[in-house]
């Protein structure tokens, strides 16, 4: 989601459900996505990519979806563990030759 | 394997001061990308080189930003004069196919006073 000023979006979620984490991409050229996790105080870490020919990819406990037609991204992660509490981006690349572009981030509070 | 590297971590400098930025991107990776993160604005790029070289400069702020990649393991970024809207935390990434799969060093936390 968007960010208003200094305020992220924030999803709160229970240890042991599944998270879902949404995002609007702007340009419908992007061929190329990203989630990436940021933990207070580092950079933010690869967790999953996929490619606009795709519409779902898995990868360990994480699921991204793609959704061309109206332009979303979603990360679902399943059976969410403490250490999953950080802020999320997705990013998205637009041709080959182009840097990322980030989405403002989505905090994922985990509580016990 | 040691991940990409940055150094300073943390930079107090003064308004009108030179800051001076430093990265060693994972050996092997042939692209180097500079973020800069602040709360309002999120992650921006700013430059990213491929092969050492500059493709896309269009996120540089203004002239008083410059970033050079004197070889494949070494990249600087410098802020001359730096300004208290410099004030963020700036990232380095690598890759090795261009934008896909970057690599995110721990940043420098720069405040300008």
């Known amino acids: 989601g968007e960010s208003v000023g200094l305020h992220l979006p924030t999803l709160s979620v229970q240890e042991g459900d599944n998270s879902i984490i949404n995002c609007a991409y702007s340009n419908s050229a992007s061929d190329y996505f990203i989630w990436y996790k940021q933990e207070s105080g580092k950079g933010p870490q690869f967790i999953i990519d996929i490619r606009s020919n795709m519409d779902k990819r898995q990868g360990q406990r994480v699921t991204v979806l793609l959704n061309k037609t109206v332009k979303h991204l979603s990360l679902q992660i399943a059976a969410t563990q403490p250490g999953d509490s950080a802020v999320y981006f997705c990013?998205?690349?637009?041709?080959?030759?182009?840097?990322?572009?980030f989405g403002k981030g989505t905090h994922l509070i985990i509580q016990p | 394997d040691a991940g990409v590297i940055q150094s300073p971590r943390h930079e107090v400098t003064e308004m009108g001061q030179e800051v001076t930025l430093r990265c060693k991107p994972i050996s092997g990776h042939n692209s180097l990308f500079w973020y800069r993160q602040t709360m309002m604005r999120g992650l921006e790029l700013l430059i990213y080189?491929?092969?050492?070289?500059?493709?896309?400069d269009s996120g540089m702020p203004e002239d008083r930003f410059s970033a050079k990649m004197p070889n494949a393991s070494f990249s600087t970024l410098k802020i001359q004069p730096s300004e208290p809207r410099d004030s963020a935390v700036y990232f380095c990434?690598?890759?090795?196919?261009?934008?896909?799969?970057?690599?995110f060093g721990p940043g420098t936390r720069l405040l300008v006073l």
């Open positions: 990434a690598s890759s090795s196919g261009g934008a896909e799969t970057q690599y």
């Open positions: 990013a998205e690349r637009a041709g080959s030759a182009d840097g990322l572009t």
């Open positions: 080189f491929n092969n050492n070289v500059p493709i896309d």
